[in-house]
């Protein structure tokens, strides 16, 4: 069965640096999709950034990017200089290609210090 | 456009009583998922609808859950007797292709069941 693991239940960063959040997972599929959504206070889950598994490169949505390590099962996402909107819950989420359902991570909350 | 919306925003139902959530998708969007996020929790997938198929409710947790969705469009979640265990955010999303697609979730709607 599929698995989403993201080991860090809480992060915090100053405003303005860089901050990474962790995500792997598990699965025997060759073809997925990863997601990584942003849930702020309002509960409105937002789609920060996707990859599709076949493509090396790696996702880039303006300061946010992500490091997809396919033979490790890795998908860290990379939030640089960090702003205090950025503060939210990240969920890291997987989908087989054939499949509509989205396997979740259990969350990282993050925290802005201004 | 306007994306996807949720009403209401919050219920507080006495143990019981039966409550109705409904979910108004984007138009267009084919596809219609319902979850549930309890609190500090990832979501849960409780229902999907595509089309004109039979929905998949391998997720809902009980037969007092249900759920419909009416012309392909607007979408009600019905829990019947409800339970304390019932309180959580319950999430709809929409998107275009049924498959591995973009999810677009609306505000949610926050159940409390005293």
């Known amino acids: 069965a599929q698995t989403v693991t993201q080991s860090q239940p809480e992060m915090s960063v100053q405003e303005a640096e860089t901050v990474t959040l962790s995500c792997t997972y598990d699965?025997?599929?060759?073809?997925?999709?990863l997601f990584w959504y942003k849930q702020p206070p309002s509960r409105q889950m937002i789609l920060v950034i996707r990859?599709?598994?076949?493509k090396q490169q790696n996702a880039t949505e303006n300061r946010f990017s992500v490091n997809f390590q396919k033979a490790a099962k890795s998908f860290s996402l990379k939030i640089s200089d960090s702003q205090l909107g950025d503060a939210a819950m990240y969920f890291c989420?997987?989908?087989?290609?054939?499949?509509?359902?989205?396997?979740w991570g259990a969350g990282t909350k993050l925290i802005i210090k201004p | 456009g306007a994306g996807v919306s949720q009403s209401p925003s919050n219920k507080v139902t006495e143990k019981g009583k039966d409550v109705e959530l409904r979910c108004d998708p984007i138009s267009g969007h084919t596809a219609l998922y319902w979850y549930r996020q309890s609190l500090g929790q990832g979501l849960e997938f409780l229902i999907y609808?595509?089309?004109?198929?039979?929905?998949?409710k391998s997720g809902l947790p009980s037969d007092r859950f249900s759920a419909e969705r009416t012309g392909g469009s607007v979408s009600t979640l019905t829990i019947q007797r409800t339970q304390q265990e019932d309180s959580a955010v319950y999430l709809c999303a929409s998107s275009l292709a049924p498959v591995a697609d973009t999810q677009y979730f609306g505000p949610g709607t926050r159940l409390t069941v005293l």
């Open positions: 989420a997987y989908s087989m290609d054939s499949n509509y359902q989205l396997i």
């Open positions: 609808f595509q089309g004109n198929s039979a929905p998949d």
């Open positions: 990859q599709e598994a076949y």
């Open positions: 699965t025997s599929e060759s073809d997925y999709y």
